[in-house]
């Protein structure tokens, strides 16, 4: 077996953790801001100012997770 010159497979699998990770941050925050904006309804987080505040924070912070994890990757 033949291995390429700088390549880490534990690099690859720190990766996907990390970006898989990110990306379930999204859904929450994107889950509550649905809720906080009354586009979900049905639960006591409907229609309130505090998740439609938190929900796209979230969403933000899942996405600067899965760019860095996907930079870090590109720049191996």
Do not use: C, H
């Amino acid at each position: 077996m033949v291995r390429e010159r700088g390549y880490d497979p534990g690099m690859k699998r720190a990766f996907v953790v990390t970006f898989a990770i990110g990306w379930i941050v999204v859904l929450f925050g994107l889950t509550w801001a649905l809720q906080g904006f009354g586009v979900l309804g049905g639960s006591p987080m409907s229609n309130t100012t505090t998740w439609s505040v938190i929900g796209p924070l979230t969403v933000l912070i899942g996405i600067a997770i899965s760019v860095f994890s996907w930079r870090k990757l590109s720049s191996k």
